[in-house]
């Protein structure tokens, strides 16, 4: 081989921590001959799937090809960043496949259920409604709140459903059959925020979910004592997000700037464990590196059910969220109105890992992808940010909304992301290529809510318009 064709090059995981020593690599060599180097130097017994980047860019040409293109000097080392990918593709969204009338307010929240054949939407006309996927048409029209429905949230194990809404009442819904659960949850005083429950790999069957609400208070529900177990209380201002981790943490966000950390003893009791306090302004949305995990349990793209023990249940979601976890732990970020996110490596320190700067209004959603590889950001300033998930590094800003971005949501193999605006539609976008994949308009107003079913087969969105829609591939 001639020196002349080759090019040395440095492989580097996504903390920049080099896999071997520098090599010399054929010119023509592309993506595929990487993906066989990767798993050659990491000893991998199943070939897995990777992406490759060299400065931030996904390299889709071979080495020599790319070099050419950019002028780069072949004196120096090409440092190229291995990310692993997911074994299965979700397909793009393109069309809608049905828009469903039956709301007679704005929808506000939608929720697939973790396996994905259900879908439960909340709106402003105090109902909540179930879907039927196949048909695609209204499965049961729940009611028993008397306010605008704020947020839903299905149980991982997908037993369970709950809302709750403005007044602070939370209603919990049997999926099969749309039939209230006993009578609606009183506690709160104030709205509900958000909702999350007791991941499955602790617990099965799913029993408990903490509240957030607008009282400066949440609280921890057992739905089948039908009661509140536990109030954390301690904010000072209202608290707009909560997350229950994989390890038994709960996190809350406040209107007082802080997120607190909260363990539960065994008996029930509330314990602080630390306060992470760096936010100028109102925290407005945590996310969890394991989100996707923890919401799915042990529902996974392959589909497998579990009817045996409950034991197979939970390991199965041990598992998958020790996969989700890696080698660098459960991640959180933070989105606030002073403009900024804070990514936190919150079992090592309570002071920052990294301030995410860049947007020029509130950030108001944020969200890791499935892998944990990327944190989306969505803003009043019309933007979408990307950001490495490890290292909290700026990637790119994804513009084309012409109005605030609501809500964004990951594609189940994090190579797309969706975001529903005040503009009317819906966006899909290419992560690899860091551009726009799919606009997708339809709405006759703004959009508050979207999601993509966990199986990855469809997109839900809803908002001022009443309608429901959904789209597929």
Partial sequence: MEMGMTVMCRLVDAEGIPLGDPMYIPQQAGPSQLTELANRFLNNE?????????????????????????????????????????VFRTRPVSRISASIDGHKDAVLCVSFSPDGTQLASGSGDTTVRLWDLYTQTPMFTCTGHTNWVMSVAWSPDGNHLVSGDLAGNICCWIP???????????????????????????????????????????????????????????????????????????????????????????????????????????????????????????????????????????????KRYDQAKGEYGERLVSGSDDFTMILWDQYVSDQPKKHLFGHQQLVNHVCFSPNGQWIASASFDKSVKIWDGITGDFITTLRGHVGSVYQICWSPDSRMLLSGSKDSTLKIWDIGLRKLKQDLPGHADEVYAVDWSPDGERVASGGKDKCLKLWVG
């Fill in 46 to 86: 199943e070939k897995l799937p990777y992406a490759f980047y060299v400065s931030g860019e996904e390299l889709r040409v071979p080495v020599g090809t790319y070099i050419e293109n950019r002028s780069v000097s072949v004196e120096e080392i090409l440092t190229i960043l291995y990310r692993q990918q997911a």
């Fill in 176 to 318: 099969k059959t749309g039939k209230l659960d006993g009578r609606p949850l009183r506690g709160h005083k104030k709205w509900i925020t958000s909702i999350s429950w007791e991941p499955v790999h602790l617990t099965y069957p799913c029993r408990r979910f903490v509240t957030s609400s607008k009282d400066e208070d949440a609280r921890i529900w057992d739905i089948t004592l039908k009661k509140s177990v536990t109030c954390l209380s301690g904010h000072t201002r209202g608290v707009t997000c909560v997350k229950w981790g994989g390890d038994g943490i709960i996190y809350t966000g406040s209107q007082d700037c802080t997120i607190k950390m909260w363990q539960v003893t065994p008996e029930g009791l509330p314990c602080l464990k630390a306060q992470l306090q760096a936010h100028g302004h109102w925290v407005n949305s945590l996310a969890l590196s394991t989100d996707y995990v923890l919401r799915t349990g042990a529902f996974d793209h392959t589909g497998k059910q579990y009817s045996s023990s409950p034991e197979q249940v939970r390991k199965a979601a041990l």
